[in-house]
Structure formats: C-alpha cells, structure tokens
C-alpha cells in the first residue's frame, strides 16, 4: 500500500522560508512522477511543482519559479519543497501526489494516483 506523509508546514512571515517534506513508502519499483500541489480556501487545486524522477526533469508554475525548488531523495523515499521568498498569496494547504506513470502534464491532479493527507502553510504579511 502505498503511504504519502507531508511534515514542514507552519506559520511564517513574508519573505520567510519553509522546507516542506514528503515521505513515500510502498511502490515496488518506486513512482515515475511527483508533485507538489496546493489549494487555498475558496480557490482550484494548482500544480506548484512536478518532478519526474528518471531524468530528473523538474517543471514550476509560474507564480513559484525562482522562489521553490523541488527535490527527491532517493535514498531517503523523500520529496522535497523548498520555499524561499514566501507570500502571503502562497497560503495554503500543500499536498504531495505521486505516481508509477508518465502520463502529463505533470501539473494536471487527474495524473497522479496517490496523494498525501496535506499540510498547511500559513504566510502572514
């Protein structure tokens, strides 16, 4: 069975940082593709970052690119979020999804079978 578990979310001020971490545990061959997303009271699901794990290939949506960088541990089964820079616009509670397929674009929720409980960012200003 496969098991997502997010930890690193918390309150910070405006220009702050947070590391956001995804523990994965369960796939046999290990996942093709993960990501970070994100949804904020009253507001879609967005894709925040998507990595495929072979090539390393890593994709960001625009509202995040040059502040968080994504990252996989696989020695660890760990996926990372590192946020710099942080907004109160960046609010949130933020989930991990993972899955052993290809299929894109990385950022579309349909794509991915597993997900994480979430956790929540708060940025005040």
């Known amino acids: 069975r496969v098991q997502l578990v997010e930890s690193g979310g918390g309150s910070v001020q405006a220009g702050g940082s947070l590391r956001l971490s995804c523990a994965v545990s369960g796939y046999t061959y290990g996942s093709v593709k993960m990501a970070w997303f994100r949804q904020a009271p009253g507001k879609e699901r967005e894709g925040v970052a998507g990595i495929y794990i072979g090539p390393r290939s890593t994709y960001y949506a625009d509202s995040v690119k040059g502040r968080f960088s994504i990252s996989q541990d696989t020695a660890k089964n760990t996926l990372y979020l590192q946020m710099n820079s942080l907004k109160p616009e960046d609010t949130a509670m933020y989930y991990c999804?993972?899955?052993?397929?290809?299929?894109?674009?990385?950022?579309?929720?349909?794509?991915?079978?597993?997900w994480g409980q979430g956790t929540q960012v708060i940025v005040s200003s």
């Open positions: 999804a993972a899955d052993n397929g290809y299929k894109g674009p990385w950022y579309y929720g349909s794509n991915y079978n597993d």
